[in-house]
Antibody, heavy 117, light 113 residues
């Protein structure tokens, strides 16, 4: 059974870059027709899709974040990563990594990232 | 972007009674070439990630109790819990995967009356 685990700093300073990693276990990130995705959720609020990457390296990003987001894949280490540049307090949220088939069938537990000086 | 509007925002239902949550899409999410509605439903309990309940608008995910069902097509969808159990207290989200960006409804909070 595939499992996902987010990791990265829990605190980032304003204007800096938020970097998170999602490690995939129980299966190969290269197998199957899946997208690997990042989704975030500010405290007490709803879900916002950030973007996704296919095993070929093709990416789709939310236009609202596109200028600041990069999602990349490391098949040798079976993980994918999120970089979000020029962060502000509005980027404070729980960040989830997830596996998309068409719907999202596997979620990580989430990691809280706060943006504060 | 496709906007999904859920109603109601919150819902109180007695144990054993039916709960109904609606999701209206600003655009059609039915792909005519395969007759599939690109809509899913998720359940989120406090401190947990969302859990997939329903996909293709009406297909129940493996392991999900059969009291959960999804219906609708095109732009109007419904999640029904036929007999509410205490463990169903959660926030429920619809999500469309018909077009980028992927979008979610604002969520419906379900409580016990």
């Amino acid at each position: 059974q595939v499992q996902l685990q987010e990791s990265g700093p829990g605190l980032v300073k304003p204007s800096q870059t938020l970097s998170l990693t999602c490690t995939v276990s129980g299966g190969s990130i290269s197998s199957g027709s899946f997208f690997w995705s990042w989704i975030r959720q500010p405290a007490g609020k709803g879900l916002e899709w950030i973007g996704r990457i296919f095993t070929s390296g093709t990416t789709n990003y939310n236009p609202s974040l596109k200028s600041r987001v990069t999602i990349s894949l490391d098949t040798s280490r079976n993980l994918f990563s999120l970089n979000l540049t020029s962060v502000t307090a509005a980027d404070t949220a729980v960040y989830y990594c997830a596996r998309f088939y068409y719907h999202i069938d596997v979620w990580g537990k989430g990691t809280t990232v706060s943006v504060s000086s | 972007d496709i906007v999904l509007t859920q109603s109601p925002d919150s819902l109180s239902v007695s144990l054993g009674e039916r709960a109904t949550i609606n999701c209206k899409s600003s655009q059609n999410v039915l792909l005519s070439s395969n007759n599939k509605n690109y809509l899913a439903w998720y359940q989120q309990k406090p401190g947990q990630p969302p859990k997939l309940l329903i996909y293709w608008a009406s297909t129940r995910e493996s392991g999900v109790p059969d009291r959960f069902s999804g219906s609708g097509s095109g732009t109007d969808f419904t999640l029904t819990i036929s007999s509410l159990q205490a463990e169903d207290v959660a926030v429920y989200y619809c999500q469309q995967y018909y077009d980028n960006p992927i979008t979610f409804g604002q969520g419906t909070r379900l409580e016990i009356k």
